[in-house]
């Protein structure tokens, strides 16, 4: 059960971390890596981090499966991955679309 918490965290903070700083990502991918265009990197990391907070989200419902976690955290789990992704995801997609133009 321990490794399946991990998963979560890890899914959330890695997904986090792609939409927030998907901007700095972006360019170091670009200079470090493929030279391509950043604004192509930077779609791929909003793309993986929108999809990685679904998996989060999955991960979530299915752990309220059990009964003995659903009385202890429910409302904490929901409640920071409904405030912190849709709004994390909001801003990823803004800054993708006006770098875009």
Do not use: D
């Given at each position: ?6 998963v ?29 265009s ?29 009964e003995?976690f659903?009385?202890?955290?429910r409302?904490?789990y ?24």
């Amino acid at each position: 059960m321990r490794k399946f918490y991990v998963v979560l965290l890890g899914t959330f903070l890695l997904a986090t971390v792609f939409c927030v700083f998907g901007q700095g990502l972006a360019y170091f991918l670009s200079e470090h890596f493929v030279q391509i265009s950043p604004v192509y990197y930077l779609t791929g990391l909003t793309i993986l981090g929108i999809f990685l907070y679904v998996v989060t989200g999955f991960l979530v419902f299915r752990l309220f499966k059990k009964e003995e976690f659903v009385s202890k955290n429910r409302e904490f789990y929901l409640l920071t991955l409904f405030t912190v992704a849709p709004s994390v995801s909001i801003w990823a997609f803004f800054v993708t679309v006006m770098w875009w133009g």
